[in-house]
């Protein structure tokens, strides 16, 4: 079971981007999907995750009101909206799926470069 995260790029720092977590051999919709990042020689830190039955939604203090997850559950397929854009937000974007306590199917990552 794999994880495809896509969308990253480069963005001027304001900019927006929106990210894409996709699965092959996963529904998404039965399972809670985190957004995670990391910079470079940083810790993974958190962002977002979206839940199953009622679509909770969480968001860390350092992306929110800018960024916002969704789903889609006839596409499978989970985004990150990612607006006003800073340059401290250039890291790898990971989406991870969990049913339990902890995320068990992780993504490769795509890279999100923000330019001053």
């Not at 529904?27 to 977002?48: D, M, N, Y």
């Not at 800018?66 to 889609?72: K, L, Q, V, W």
Request: one cysteine or more; aromatic letters at 10%; a positive charge.
């Amino acid at each position: 079971v794999q994880l495809q995260a896509s969308g990253g790029g480069l963005v001027q720092h304001g900019g927006s981007l929106k990210l894409s977590c996709t699965s092959s051999g996963l529904s998404l919709a039965g399972h809670t999907i985190g957004w995670f990042r990391q910079a470079p020689g940083k810790e993974r830190e958190g962002l977002s995750c979206i839940g199953v039955r009622d679509g909770t939604k969480y968001y860390a203090n350092v992306v929110k009101g800018r960024f916002a997850i969704s789903r889609d559950n006839a596409k499978n397929t989970v985004y990150l909206q990612m607006d006003s854009l800073k340059p401290e937000d250039t890291a790898v974007y990971y989406c991870a799926a969990k049913r339990g306590a902890r995320y068990n199917y992780w993504g490769q990552g795509t890279l999100v470069t923000v330019s001053s």
